[in-house]
């Protein structure tokens, strides 16, 4: 009985874990992973999000992790400096995505 016990509560965690994991609206992945930021933002932050010379700057310094998900939100919708306008060219579900794994990578990082 309590072998079964012990295996009822496994089999209920790990239902729980998948459930709570599909739920997260951000993918398990890192943000340089993401098909989006390679395809849009890699050319200019680099494929490592570090920067790149005369490119767009680090999106890993402790400027950019200090920012707001509102500001890095409106940042890359509406473009600032150099930085060009998305907001036509990605979808808003598209840019919250970006913006949580940023947020996500910013706080994995030491």
């Known amino acids: ?3 079964f016990l ?6 209920l965690l790990i239902g729980i874990a998948t459930v709570a994991s599909a739920e997260d ?4 992945g890192l943000l340089t992973s993401d098909p ?3 395809k849009q933002c890699a050319k200019c932050h680099g494929k ?4 790149r010379h ?3 700057p680090s999106l890993v310094t402790d400027h950019a992790m200090k920012m707001s998900s509102d500001d890095v ?3 890359v919708t509406n473009g600032k400096g150099r930085m060009p306008k998305y907001g036509s060219k990605l979808s808003a579900e598209e840019i919250n995505r970006l913006v949580l794994e940023l947020k996500a990578t910013s706080s994995n990082t030491p």
């Open 54 to 56: 005369f490119g767009g």
């Open 1 to 3: 009985m309590k072998t």
């Open 36 to 38: 989006v930021y390679q």
């Open 73 to 75: 939100r409106s940042i």
């Open 48 to 51: 490592s999000a570090e920067g």
């Open 25 to 28: 609206p951000a993918p398990s």
């Open 6 to 11: 012990c295996s009822a509560s496994l089999v």
